[in-house]
């Protein structure tokens, strides 16, 4: 042990002179509090606290002599009243405060002790008593000890190591200029929760914080005072507090006082478990954590905390506490009043006379220090930004500046403590708006329309330093912008850009003795050009449905998506769709023909550019590229005829060469009309040339081009309808297939089968709502594919299949539609296919399965086994041989009677690893996964459960880390 203090106090103790002053370290239980241990000696004492000191729960500890007289006092914060404040690790802003108690506390003060002294007596202050007056202490003292108790107490208990005992070799000095001697002003760092592992990430964020201290206005001026120290605890593990250890390694600090440091900040590698603050200052000590799980530490709340350690300064951010005196007269703190008369307040001095009171509003145009009012609570403060503040309006907390008030307050503190004079130099604290018209917001709050002219004004909540210079202001703007610059004021026309474009705008105030610059970083929406029409007749029968399609192109943007808002004439009515490109809208009944003007504003929408902390941003509209197309219809009397036929041709305009597509002429029909159109399909080069259903496939020609597709549509009446679109066959990588839905096109009663909704991008797909003729008996599961129950019917009858999709970050669905016939069941009961077999089987064996429990009519049995060997087979029984990986396969039979009607069966193999694998177990295609952490195999590889899934393949929906999707992949694994 004294090799320890002999290292340390060979590389940290440099001495001082000063009179003997009394250490006393006090435990607080309740409305009680008791000296537990003393020590005098040449401490450092700091200036002695006014009696308008930051304290509202506390003690006033007072120093008499014989006669009573008051010679010294010092009032301390109660360390059990912990104020915890969330960060924003981004913008730095205190996102949620709250305050904690515990049971117990321990206070530490410093005290003059000279000759005079013959009694110290500790008060209670308690702003929630109601028998003193607020902020003031009781009327009798908790304890009152003499002279000759003090001196005793100081015998019975020597002071305790600094550090606690710890090894000297974990106690590195971090001195600024590189120098080993001890700092008059010193902090100590230790971590929590930070394993043998953990030790270079500590190392890195104790380097990280020294840099935001000494990157402080104040701070920097006295860097070759200011030390450091890191002490290299490692915690038994990693993530968990270490609380005892750390304590004892914290307790013998003192605020501006003796010791071999004056303010201690453990870092904690955790999520404070309470409610997960980012720093809490009490008296001499720090405490910052994680806000979130998955987060950093929250470094930028050290500024903010030592304002609250060192300094007694107070919040300067909104506050949620009701209001408890709102008259006009100086509050408790240095740098927050109630005083409403401007020649009252303790920062009048700094206030210029023909300044008008600076607000949220105003900032900029007052360009001075004065009074903001802090939510509801009767307070104001002299800053709208700072990082007393919190880093509010999009600055970090730590980059805002502290402000005149705060930053003379400090120095005063300083200077004191330090014993040499700082030069109080006010680096202007800057602030930077946007207008646009009558608006002004901060700049980097929101993204901004390009094009749009917009109006940047600077201004500064600080003043000039006596007998400097107005400020004046330089502007660094990019040359994109077309700035126009006059003083504090620039003019900027973002430009139109096809995607996301991000500017760093940037300005400087000097008063010539001191300056201060501000960037921010401004963010335009791409430009996005929308041309169309809409499509659909220009007729209609009153009293019948009209459907109207939006048919829009656009340049610009990284895959947009569109909101569609329709205007209806007078007297239509029952909508459906409106959001949606097609509109389905109900005529009304009309005795002569009238014309009606429809509308849709078709909005684009973007995905803002993405942050760590927010990857998947969702989507903002840009209403500055918006833009309204319109038609007129005419609604007409009805005639005793068939409805007028209008062919219309829907599905994609451009496909890949040889790809298999659908097109759709039901949109050529009104919509639940009892009537029905006959079609012919012309499509030369196409497989099939011709087609006479109402949604035919088709294959593209081998070779690319420009080729015509033509529908013809007649009605019972004979009269006739013709379209022809040009479909462009594209080489290369083929565009996206149509979303649809596939199935038979014709289905027999009592049957099952299977439709299925074929999206793009199908991972972003997060429900499906299926919807189906009355009849059908199927599963409203939430899923891609269903497989119903054809309803009985004596003659071929219509229909319609429907599903809306429900994508992530869209709140309208998209809307699938499908029509069929049901055609009466033929003589004979249906085939029923069926299988049997093993559910497992190892890699390279042999699986043998049977069809015999299958029924029909002279069946033909067809086995398909993707993996296995054979893949395909004839026959009732087949005998595979598994394949040599790892995972669930699936065989599907089909059967087929002497009436050409079919049925399938699908049947799940788990294909398992052979003894001595490292592979986890095969994943389960329809199997819920709802454990973190829960390892499954596939292809080759092991994955871990990240969050919820079903029915998401790992190699497509995996991470390395983090759980931005449902799988991270751990590693190969051999089968």
Known sequence: MNRIWAVLALLLWMPACYAQNLWLQLQSRHETIEAVEASLGDYRVPPVTPATAAVERGWNIVVVDASNKTLY????????????????????????????????????????????????????????????????QAARPVVDMDRQAIERLTKRASLRGVLGDIDSDKVVVLNPDGSTGRKPLVFAFVGDGYAREDMDAYREEVNAAIEIITGDAVFAGIKEQVGFLRVDHVSPVSGQPDTAAIESMMKHSNQLGHGIYDVSIKLSKFTYHQHGVGGIASTNKIYIFKTTPGQPVALSAIPHEIGHALFGLTDEYPSYDPPQDCSPKDSLWPNVTRQTDRTKVPWADLIKPDTPVPTDENVAEAGAIGLYTIYKDCLYNPVPQGI???????????QAGWGAVNERHIRSVLQAYLGSALPLVFSPSVVMKIKTGEQRDYLGATVRDSGVPLILEAGSTSVPNPGAAAFSYRWTLPAELKPQVNGRYAMIVPPETPQFAQYPVQVEITDTKASNSRTETLTVFPKIRITGEIIGPSSVIGG???????????????????????TLPSGWGQPIGNGTPTLRVLSPPVAVSTSGTFSVVVTPSVALPGTENNPYPDKRSIKADAVTLTTT???????????????????????????????DGSGSEIPYSPTRMQYRWTAPGFAPVSSTVIAPQFKAPASPGDYPVTLTVTNSEHRSSVVTRTLRVQAGEAPPEPERIEGPQTVTSGEVVTFRAIVNHPQDVRGYSWALPQGFGFDHGNAAQITPTVPTVTQNTGGRVGVLVYRTGSANPTSLAKDIVIQPKPGGAAPVAKITGAATVPVGEVLVMSAVGSSGDKLRYTWTANGFSPATYAGIGPIFTAPTTAGPRTLVLTVTDASNRSATASHTVNVTARPGSDCAPAWVAGKVYATPAEKVSYAGYNYEVAHWTQNDRPDLNYVLSGSAKPWRRLGTCTP
């Open 633 to 663: 219809v005419v609604a007409r009397q009805r005639e005793p005829v068939d409805i007028e036929p209008h062919a219309k041709i829907q599905g994609p305009s451009s496909i890949g060469v040889a790809q298999l597509f659908s097109l």
């Open 388 to 398: 007393m503040g919190g880093g509010r309006y999009g600055t970090k907390g730590y």
């Open 544 to 566: 019948t449905w009209l459907e109207l399609t939006a048919a829009t192109q656009h340049q610009g943007g990284n895959d947009p998506s569109f909101h569609y808002a329709w």
């Open 73 to 136: 006092s010092r009032m301390i914060d109660d360390s059990r009243y912990r104020r915890g404040e969330v960060f924003d690790e981004v913008t730095g802003q205190i996102k949620r405060v709250k305050e904690t108690f515990v049971a117990e506390g321990m206070e530490e003060v410093l005290l003059p002790f000279d000759s005079q002294v013959a009694r110290v007596r500790i008060y209670r202050i308690d702003v929630d008593n109601a028998s003193p007056p607020r902020g003031q």
